[in-house]
C-alpha cells in the first residue's frame, strides 16, 4: 500500500515536471502564445468545475489547455506573430500544430495525466458541425475536454492584444460563442460557459479595461 502511495507521488511529481518543463520551452520560443496557454488553462478549468465535472476532469481541464498549443512550438516567429494573413503554405504548417503537440506528449504517454490530456490538445480546433481539423470529428464524438479548450481559447484568442492589433472587448467574444454555439462548439458547454459569464482572469480584465 505505502509502495502504491508513493508511486502514485512519484507519477504526479513527474507530471508536474513533465508539463512545466514543455510550457518553459514553450515560453523561450514564444511568450505570448505560453501566456495564452496559462490564461486558457485557468479558464479552461473554472469551466469544468461551473459545468460540473469531476475533480480528477477539472485537472485534466487545466492541463489540457496550458499544453493546448505546445505544437507552435514548431512554428517560426514570422508565422506565429505575422501582422497579415497566412498564405496557403504558413496556413498548412499553423494547422498542424495540434497534431504537432500531440506528437510532443507522446513520449510521455505512460504518465496518467499525459495521456488523459492528448486527445484535446490534437482536436482543440474541431468544430462541432465536423468543419474543424485535423480529424474532421463532429459533435460528441470530438473529445469533451477538447470541446470545452476549444470555447475558453476563442475568447482568449480574441480578446489577446497583439503586436498588430487590439484585443477585442470581452463581450465581443461572449456574442461570438453564443452566435458559433452548434456549429463551431458544443451548444451545452457554450450555454455553461455563457452562463458562468466564463472566468474572467486579471489579464482580460487589463486587456479589456
Ligand atoms: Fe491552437
Redesign the pocket.
Known sequence: MLFKVMLLESTRVTEQRVFHTLWEALAAHDRMTADHCRRVSVAAFELAKAGGLSAALQIEARYAGLM??L??IGLPESVLNKPARLDAFESKRMMG??AW?EHILKPFSHLPLVLAIMPAVRN??ERFDGAGYPDLSAGESIPLLARLVAIV?TVDAMTQTRAYRKGLPLEVAYAEIARCAGSQFDPKWAEIYLASKGYIVEDDLARAA
Request: hydrophobic residues 0%; proline residues 10%.
Open positions: 493546448h498549443d505544437g507552435k500544430h495540434p503537440g482543440h480546433h481559447d
